[in-house]
């Protein structure tokens, strides 16, 4: 050993080799947490043989020798004792780190969750709209509230912006209730889409109750809002009388719709009472606005200046006006073979010069295309005409080339076509939302919005084949959907319509719903049953469909299902009443809270009863029945009194009224064999009604009374 002191012994190279083992096993193992490494450090090892060597590898040896070639027990984790070197690494399970120290390093402080708040789509968005209305009602820049609009996204939340805009200016000066106004009509279908403007609108009625709170004069002005929205076209006069009809007769929505419509919208020059109520503090009134628009073309046609057409176009101010212009200039064009290439030339560069936007351009001639039939009346060749321009406008490149050519019987064949592509593309959502919520009235608003009536036959073969790949809860659901859509919209010929178009495609469908012929023959007998159709409509249908089919079988199917033994009960609860209601307990019902009125004459508790049954849809039956009693047992002053009432609280609707008023007058033949005056008794019935607003004063009587003097 002595001739080798340079070097190390044996045991050194032995103890470097194990202390280098210790070191990988360290290096592939080490946890962020000394805990972890100190319960991998504690692991049994092998126990050592013959000079030491450790078996396996990764285990550290137990015994060492001393410089002094004492054998030393090695301390427990392997660190050694003493005047040994420890381990390569050498981690206290104890260790605790010391800000203070040199060495500190924030890296190796033990990792800490922090909670985060997770926030709402919906109040980040209202947040933002905020800060762009007042900066709007700031600096009065439309064109940048636009933008902010369009950078914002989120477009499912617009009619929020809306109820937003419009609550914020109602608290504010006229100049601000004017800017909102202003803000709608430039944002109206460029930016914020017509449905979302209604939507905006709905919310602002819903909500005008907790408006009253802290804005005492809240009906009026949000009449206002509502009249000038009517005015300036970005709502259609058609939403007044369906929003009176979805909101109770007693929130202060149902107020602000009523004097919007008696107060504003019925007066003698009502538009520009309404466009110049606030000021016109930052516009002009549209009718001015036209004007100016009428004289600009006027003075281009006689100079043929461009340029300053365009300069005078651009000064109106007026951007999201600019289709009045498009309109305007395409009719004068109309009017005359020389001013059309003058029109063509104008429209042309104030495309180019990004004066008037591309869907500006297309709004214009969308809105003359609207206007061809009554523009016919003074241009007899109008239509003829514009089909002419269109394809020299979009080849020009100034017209965007998706615009619908109607040029031709196939061109209108195709806007027909896309009509009703996406009336059945809209109608599925809307029948899938009902299938998820049962709200009957909110699917009949979904469908008077569609403003279809022409495709109800349609709705109804979708609305079938949609219910017959579901289940009996979905399926009990379209059969009472059809009763109250027969009592509401449909027309008896829709329906048998309807089902003409599932019949005749029975066989189709049957690839796909092995039992579709039967489930189709439960709906049509069910629709005889709910008084749908009636039993001779049947007959009818069969004789529209090829013989011997699929169609004809189920309808063969569905009479015999009628004229079974207790069909009636049977068919009613054929899906096993999911959702749905008998209408021969219904009828029972009614009986019964109608007799109970006449014993105890009171008023308030009949109505409550009617309530209890919630069958709005068919309240026809209690206007029926409580007038034939009135005929029968000479009640005429008490049954008045409870359809007042019912009338006034909203339990019954005025097409509800009609609908049973229409019913005892198809019946009086009948009725007239147990009631020999039901015909005078009737007439008297309908004036009351009239008078009273019950239903509607054309209502025709005029032949029962005409038959009560001949009888």
């Not at 919209?489 to 579709?516: C, R, Y």
């Not at 959702?579 to 007799?595: C, F, H, P, R, S």
């Amino acid at each position: 050993m002595a001739s080798n002191e340079g070097f190390l012994t044996d045991e050194q190279r032995e103890m470097m080799k194990v202390a280098s083992e210790n070191a990988v096993n360290h290096s592939t193992s080490q946890k962020p947490h000394s805990s972890l490494l100190s319960e991998h450090m504690h692991k049994p090892s092998a126990a050592t043989t013959g000079g030491g060597k450790a078996y396996g590898g990764s285990n550290a040896v137990k015994h060492r020798r001393s410089h002094a070639g004492k054998s030393v027990r090695a301390k427990k984790d392997g660190c050694g004792g003493k005047g040994t070197w420890g381990k390569l690494i050498d981690i206290d399970a104890d260790y605790q780190i010391d800000r203070n120290d040199p060495n500190y390093d924030s890296g190796e402080e033990p990792f800490e969750l922090v909670g985060a708040t997770v926030s709402d789509p919906l109040d980040d968005y209202k947040k933002a709209v905020a800060s762009i209305i007042e900066e709007y009602f700031s600096t009065g820049d439309v064109d940048v509230a636009a933008a902010d609009l369009v950078e914002l996204g989120s477009s499912e939340y617009h009619p929020y912006f809306i109820k937003r805009l419009v609550s914020v200016s109602m608290d504010r000066h006229d100049k601000e209730k004017e800017m909102a106004s202003v803000l709608l009509s430039s944002l109206y279908a460029d930016v914020i889409d017509p449905n979302h403007i209604r939507d905006g609108f709905v919310l602002l009625l819903e909500s005008a109750d907790d408006f009253v709170v802290d804005i005492p004069d809240a009906v009026n002005v949000l009449a206002l809002f509502l009249a000038r929205a009517v005015v300036d076209d970005i709502l259609p006069p058609a939403f007044l009388p369906r929003a009176s009809k979805a909101l109770p007769a007693s929130s202060k929505g149902y107020q602000v719709v009523q004097t919007a419509e008696k107060s504003y919208l019925s007066a003698a020059h009502h538009a520009e009472l309404v466009e110049r109520r606030w000021g016109g503090m930052t516009r002009t009134s549209v009718e001015e606005v036209k004007k100016k628009i009428a004289d600009i073309l006027k003075e281009y046609m006689e100079t043929g200046d461009a340029y300053e057409a365009c300069r005078c176009i651009r000064e109106l101010g007026v951007s999201f006006f600019h289709h009045e212009v498009v309109k305007r200039a395409l009719i004068t064009g109309m009017e005359s073979d020389t001013a059309e290439p003058l029109v063509l030339n104008l429209l042309k560069e104030a495309a180019s010069e990004n004066l008037i936007s591309s869907s500006q351009m297309v709004k214009g001639f969308s809105r003359l295309r609207e206007s061809l039939d009554d523009l016919a009346l003074d241009i007899p060749l109008a239509k003829t005409k514009f089909d002419l321009i269109v394809p020299k406008a979009v080849s020009g490149g100034w017209l965007d080339a998706s615009f619908s050519d109607p040029s031709g019987e196939s061109g209108r064949q195709q806007m027909e076509d896309e009509k009703l592509k996406r009336f059945k593309e809209e109608v599925v959502t809307i029948i899938h939302e009902y299938f998820n919520s049962d709200d009957i009235p909110e699917l009949i608003r979904s469908l008077e919005d569609l403003g279809a009536p022409e495709y109800n036959p349609i709705f109804l073969k979708k609305l079938v084949t949609l219910a017959l790949d579901r289940k009996n809860r979905e399926k009990e659901m379209a059969s009472v959907l059809l009763s109250s859509l027969h009592i509401e919209m449909f027309t008896t010929e829709d329906v048998a319509d309807g089902f003409v178009m599932l019949l005749e495609s029975a066989e189709d469908t049957a690839l796909d719903i092995l039992d579709a012929s039967n489930e189709l023959a439960l709906f049509l007998a069910r629709a005889v049953i709910d008084d749908v159709l009636a039993p001779f409509s049947l007959e009818e249908i069969s004789n529209r469909l090829i013989p011997n089919s699929s169609g004809t079988e189920t309808v063969k199917m569905a009479r015999s299902l009628i004229f079974a033994r207790h069909a009636g009960e049977r068919l009613l609860r054929c899906w096993g009443g999911g959702t749905g209601w008998a209408v021969e307990d219904a009828k029972d019902k009614i009986l019964n809270l109608l007799e109970e009125y006449e014993s105890s004459g009171l008023v308030s508790e009949a109505c409550k009863c009617i309530h209890e049954l919630g069958m709005p849809f068919f309240n026809h039956e209690v206007v029926k029945k409580a007038l034939v009693m009135a005929m029968e047992k000479k009640k005429d002053k008490m049954v008045f009194e409870l359809l007042q009432e019912s009338f006034g609280e909203g339990l019954i609707t005025i097409n509800q009224m009609t609908k049973g008023f229409t019913r005892v007058k198809d019946g009086l033949e009948d009725l007239a064999l147990d009631i020999p005056n039901a015909k005078e008794k009737f007439s008297d019935y309908v004036e009351h009604a009239k008078k009273n607003g019950w239903v509607s004063s054309s209502f025709v009587t005029s032949s029962l009374t005409e038959d009560a003097k001949l009888g």
